[in-house]
Structures are given as C-alpha cells and as structure tokens.
C-alpha cells in the first residue's frame, strides 16, 4: 500500500545546532514533495517545495534533500531558533491528491 | 497574500446535530480541499471540489457532504453528529494542479470540533 512516514518521536535540540528531519515513501512516484510547518491550534503553512529532478532546495536556514531512488527526502533548519519549535510536514502528490505525513514534533532548546 | 477563513476556531455540538463548517478564500483559486486531523494520524482527506458545484469524495467521506455554490465557498456538513468526529477540520486550497503541476495548499486556522 502507498505510505508516507516521518518520524513520529519528537526531536528536541540545542539551539544553534541543525535539525534533520526525515520523510520516507512507499509506492508513490511523485513528480514533486512539499514541506509544510504547522504550530499548535494552526493550519499547516508551506515551507518549500522540491522537484523530482532536484536533488537540493535551498530558502534561507532551511534546507530540503530528494533522493527518488531511497524514496527520501530530508528538511534541515540550520543555526536552529526557540521560535522554529513547530510540527514539520512533509506532502506529496499522489494521483491528484495531496497526501501529508503525519509530521514530526521539533523542540529548540535556548 | 492568500487569506483562508474558517468561520468557528471552536465548536461544540450534541450527538445528532446537523453541523455546518464554512471556509471562505480570498484569491479566486480553484480547488478547495477539508481535511480533519488527529493526533498520530495526520490530514487526512474528506472531501475536495475542483469547481463550482463539483465534488469529489477523499478518503474518509463517510458521515460528511459538502457544498459549493460560489468558487470562494466550500462548506462540509456533518450530516448527524457523532463523537467520533470530533477533531481539528482543516480547509485549505490551491491552484489548479495537474500530475507534474505545482499546488501548494493553502489552509485556514482550523476548527475544533466537539461532539458530545
């Protein structure tokens, strides 16, 4: 069956160290993989979106990896910040559906 | 910018209840989307709508229609009110996308339902 996966542990780091967080799929052939981030109460908000011919996206501290053949994409916060505490998810195009992962739960330490 | 709302962030209903959730967008986009996610599940899909007065049923449409008279309204309606749909419902939309197509979603805060 097709199956999007992240982390479902939260990670917690120090601040000013990197955060990788990771989405794995199965089954799918997306033509492109989003992520999104989501606070408590909130609807998620669009971070970056990478093509299937992209190996790296880059957009201020954040960075996002697709790797087509693990079926694999990772979203790294550089210089991590308090305020990048949030839920991160990841989303791909399945058919003409959107499928999101259930997100991993990040917590910055000052 | 993009601007979704929601018409309650917060809702409690008895079992039974006919319920109305209404999401507004402001950018003339054409597909529209309600979710409901829960904690360890994620989004998942109810139902979406492409156009005016079209619909389409997602992966959980049981227990729930939807109506879109106007290209900036799309309601969900929980038919009659049970506990298990208690959850956080998620209206989002996007521009057109095809296979190769980019559709980033864009949501609205959120409506926390509670059925009683």
């Known amino acids: 069956s097709q199956k999007i996966e992240q982390n479902s542990e939260a990670l917690n780091i120090q601040e000013g160290k990197t955060a990788t967080l990771t989405c794995n799929y199965t089954n799918y052939s997306p033509a492109y993989l989003q992520w999104y981030r989501q606070d408590p109460g909130r609807g998620p908000v669009f971070l970056l979106l990478i093509r299937e011919n992209e190996k790296e996206k880059r957009k201020e501290r954040l960075k996002v990896t697709f790797d087509t053949t693990l079926k694999q994409s990772l979203f790294h916060i550089t210089a991590s910040q308090p305020a990048d505490s949030a839920t991160y998810l990841c989303?791909?195009?399945?058919?003409?559906?959107?499928?999101f992962g259930a997100g991993t739960r990040l917590f910055v330490k000052a | 910018d993009v601007k979704v709302t929601q018409s309650s962030r917060y809702l409690v209903k008895r079992t039974g209840e006919k319920v109305f959730l209404e999401c507004v967008q402001d950018m003339d986009h054409e597909n529209m989307f309600w979710y409901r996610q829960d904690p360890g599940l994620g989004l998942r899909l109810i139902y979406f709508s492409y156009d005016v007065k079209m619909k389409e049923k997602g992966d959980i449409p049981e227990g729930y229609s939807v109506s879109r008279e106007k290209k900036e309204r799309f309601s969900l309606i929980l038919e009659s009110a049970s506990t298990n749909q208690t959850s956080m419902y998620l209206c989002?939309?996007?521009?057109?996308?095809?296979?190769?197509?980019?559709?980033?979603?864009?949501f609205g805060p959120g409506t926390r339902l509670l059925v009683l």
């Open positions: 989303a791909l195009k399945g058919g003409f559906k959107t499928i």
């Open positions: 989002a939309t996007g521009t057109p996308g095809g296979w190769a197509d980019q559709e980033t979603q864009y």
